[in-house]
């Protein structure tokens, strides 16, 4: 698939906004165990992914997929370890929100894995000649400064109509919950980061795979460390029972993890396919832009109905923060 720098731009931003949207299915799995839910979110990914890659292998690789991976062993157990790393993040990240509350969990790992998913890219991936990476690293400020400045918001908009987060919480779990969302978004969300620039050929690391190639061993690796430490954690967690008997019927619990396989790891394989074509390094920092989404889709949802004034034009702010790191980083493209 040969796309244009303007068109692979535009395939980013619709990786984004798939990235962005996946957690609302999150809403509808009631007590499900989001352990378990991301496992079955990673299975349908598997076979999204590889049924995409035995119908378009003669067009997307042509040396064959097993080839590809019977060249570069090594590569491919990095790329593999690197998948189950980042999905086990996804699951700890995902889970300490829960308890730790939207506003202040945003902030903390949009810091951490930002900040370190661009600059493992720029020095794994390479960053293009011609371009800036003192601009790139701002446009990443400038993402993470629309992130809190949107949670501000956030904050802001639960005053003016009197809902505030849990309270309750013990300060001792909340510094618990703080450190392992830091872990997560800080050191194992960015090895997909590390997968994408060590994994994926592009003009400055032509030795790497394909794309549909490495976001194969990707989503096999994803499968096998969620599906490891989800029987830990539930196990030792004793969850069994919200398993086997969740207060949402199972049939609504497939679809929503279907469909969040569709985005994540449907995103995954668009973003793979347009990111060499920009640079490893500027498609991330286009990537964590999806914070955007969830505000968007949090006025769809009517989160913002009461809210005064000077809060929505907070949020705007947020917003205007992210656009403005997106075209940063768009100029810097050669």
């Not at 990537?287 to 004034?309: D, R, T």
Request: glycine share 12%.
């Amino acid at each position: 698939m040969g796309l244009s720098q303007t068109s692979a731009v535009f395939v980013l931003l619709f990786v984004t906004f798939l990235w962005g949207s996946w957690f609302q299915a999150v809403k509808h799995t009631g007590n499900y165990p989001i352990y378990v839910f991301l496992n079955w979110m990673y299975l349908f990914s598997v076979v999204i992914v590889w049924g995409a890659i035995f119908i378009f292998e003669d067009k997307m690789i042509p040396d064959g997929v097993f080839n590809e991976i019977a060249s570069d062993p090594g590569r491919v157990a990095l790329v593999f370890l690197c998948g189950a790393v980042y999905a086990v993040g996804m699951q700890i990240q995902l889970s300490a929100v829960s308890r730790v509350g939207l506003i202040l969990s945003s902030s903390i790992t949009s810091t951490c894995s930002i900040l370190s998913g661009v600059i493992v890219s720029a020095i794994l991936g390479g960053v293009p000649e011609g371009a800036s990476l003192t601009m790139i690293m701002m446009s990443a400020v400038l993402l993470i400064g629309g992130t809190v400045v949107c949670q501000i918001s956030g904050t802001m908009r639960d005053k003016d109509i009197k809902k505030g987060e849990n309270k309750k919480t013990p300060l001792a779990t909340k510094k618990q919950d703080i450190i392992l969302l830091i872990f997560a978004s800080g050191i194992l969300q960015p090895f997909f980061s590390i997968a994408s620039s060590v994994g994926l050929k592009t003009d400055l690391r032509p030795e790497g795979f394909s794309s549909f190639t490495c976001m194969g061993i990707l989503c096999l690796g994803a499968f096998v460390g969620t599906a490891g430490f989800s029987a830990i954690v539930v196990t030792k967690e004793k969850m069994w029972k919200k398993v086997i008997h969740p207060d949402v019927k199972i049939g609504v619990i497939i679809g929503m993890a279907v469909i969040s396989a569709f985005c994540h790891f449907g995103g995954n394989l668009l973003n793979a396919i347009a990111a060499p074509v920009v640079s490893i390094v500027i498609a991330t920092g286009i990537g964590y832009s999806f914070g955007i989404w969830s505000y968007l889709w949090g006025i769809v949802y009517g989160e913002f109905s009461g809210a005064k004034k000077k809060t929505l034009g907070v949020l705007g702010c947020g917003l205007a923060f992210f656009i403005v790191g997106i075209v940063i980083l768009t100029l810097n493209i050669t």
